[in-house]
């Protein structure tokens, strides 16, 4: 949802996922269930009185199992089989809602998971995608995990980097974390095999990519280097080394798919070889 949801437009779209079934009877096919998520459940506008008409249409379905045909009011319409999930945005809308709405609901609360349940369940991940690695490639990944942890916890506990009206979009979570250990399994075992510098600096690139390029301040992107330093220190390279040396830190697959190899996720050569295949699909596509 967002401040402009209504009651209209969230009956448009619960409608538009149900079928007929009998007469004023609607739900998902036979035998199914249909589970409605509802994100950001929290933001449609207050009105005059301090109600949500989006919310106070989900309270109303849950509570009787009907919605109201708008052009023909004196019309029912019945739902079956159907469940609500919603989730809460933490830092804005409204930061209650109606309670009538939340009594039928359970409501679960999450916080930022602690460094050893982070580590625990990256470290797993990361240790399925190396099994076919170097063997010193699989001792690794708990550094990378380690190092994601320190700049991640540094950037969404510095008042510095709260979400302000010039910097709304800093907003910093468990996503971009999970962004980071994702797009290191794009690694490939040939390209990193003996080199964990390779790794360290594949990592450098990533966080540069989720969180330094969201920076818009010189005093933020000078802070987050801070950051990155102290993560660095985790990954037992000099930070001259994974910062790239004299090639580029910009790490692609498309290179090498371009001049006719399989996709390798790998540090780019030069700018001058990015450049040359960019203006290479730049003439195709032209043409």
Known sequence: MNNYTDSYNLQTIILSCVEKRTGKIQ????????????????????????????????????????????????????????????????????????????????QVALTVPEKDILLTIYNQILDSHFETFDVGNQKYGPKIV?????????????????????????????????????????????????????????????????????????????????????????LEFPEAAIMGGDEPLIFTSFISVCKGHEAAYKQIESYEALNEVLEQKLEEYND
């Not at 109600?51 to 029912?76: H, K, M, P």
């Not at 399994?185 to 095999?193: D, F, G, R």
Request: charged share 20%; aromatic share 12%.
């Open 146 to 234: 380690s190092a994601t942890q320190v700049v991640f916890n540094a950037l969404a506990n510095s008042a510095q980097f709260m979400p302000t009206a010039l910097k709304f979009h800093y907003q910093f979570n468990m996503r971009d974390f999970a962004k980071i250990i994702q797009n290191i399994m794009l690694s490939q075992a040939t390209y990193v095999k003996g080199a964990n510098v390779r790794l360290a600096s594949m990592w450098a690139h990533e966080c540069s990519r989720v969180w330094g390029d969201r920076l818009i301040l010189p005093e933020d992107k000078e802070a987050y280097m801070v950051f990155m330093k102290a993560g660095m220190k985790e």
């Open 27 to 106: 739900g998902p096919p036979l035998g199914k269930k249909l589970m409605f998520f509802i994100d950001d459940i929290n933001m449609p506008g207050v009105e005059r009185f301090g109600s949500q008409g989006a919310i106070c249409l989900v309270r109303q379905i849950i509570d009787y199992d009907l919605l109201f045909n708008r052009q023909e009011l004196s019309e029912t319409i019945k739902l079956v089989d159907y469940m609500f999930l919603a989730c809460l945005n933490p830092k804005s809308g409204s930061f209650s809602i109606d309670l009538r709405c939340t009594r039928h609901l359970t």
